[in-house]
């Protein structure tokens, strides 16, 4: 088979953060990806501070000697999934992705889907099992462990199939208006107190663009 043909098969990689966000809010996931809408807060400030503590990428060792790699880019070319981990462990049974979040852990939320995709794709890199995910919250000071079941795989494969299709929309998906929104950066850009029927087309996202990580 030509390898052009190979790409052409393959579904169009979307980055892992936007999992992430789309499990969170379509509109925020729309706004980020699509828009290039960005603002700051002091929650995404403290994320960008917990994120500065190890993404430094490169190889080394933890305090118990164990190899870790900072920053490691990740994909797979099965699922379209693509984006970098922010730091995975090595041990004898294969690699951990451990993704830093800087407030409280919920499980089965917005976080566990990103560490899934991340695992999917060490997968399919590395050809191990990888069964679990990693997710730091600074929020308690603790790791979570995230099992990859084939539910939560299946989960990440609908979730990317969706943002694929956002991606090919024209429509902005409607604002929410709920309790998501009271601490979201993008709430003035958003707009959410305004009823979607007077917002009409006010934002569209551009018609067959590219993910913007």
């Known amino acids: 088979m030509d390898p052009a043909d190979d790409d052409l098969d393959r579904p169009r990689s979307i980055p892992l953060s936007a999992l992430e966000h789309h499990a969170y809010c379509a509109r925020q996931a729309a706004l980020i990806h699509v828009e290039s809408y960005f603002e700051s807060n002091v ?5 960008d501070l917990a994120h500065a503590a190890v993404d430094r990428g490169g190889a080394g060792e933890d305090r118990r000697g164990q190899r870790v790699w900072h ?3 990740v994909w797979s070319h099965a699922l379209g999934l693509h984006g970098i981990c922010d730091v995975v462990r090595f041990d004898a049974d294969g690699p951990t992705p451990v993704e830093h ?3 409280a852990y919920r499980p089965g939320g917005p976080a566990d889907l990103q560490v899934a995709g991340q695992v999917l794709c060490l ?3 590395f050809d191990a099992p990888v069964p679990v995910g990693v997710v730091f919250s600074n929020g308690d000071r603790r790791r979570h462990e995230v099992v990859v079941d084939t539910a939560l795989e299946q989960r990440v494969v609908n979730t990317a199939n969706a943002l694929r299709e956002l991606l090919d929309s024209t429509d902005l998906p409607a604002p929410v208006h709920d309790a998501r929104c009271t601490r979201c950066s993008l ?3 958003c707009l959410p107190e305004v ?3 007077v917002l009409g087309g006010l934002f569209a ?3 067959l663009g590219d993910w913007n990580d």
């Open 71 to 73: 920053s490691l880019p």
């Open 187 to 189: 709430r003035p850009g």
């Open 101 to 103: 979040k800087s407030g």
């Open 195 to 197: 009823p979607a029927q």
């Open 205 to 207: 996202p551009r018609p």
């Open 123 to 125: 997968r399919e890199m």
């Open 43 to 47: 929650d995404t400030v403290r994320g």
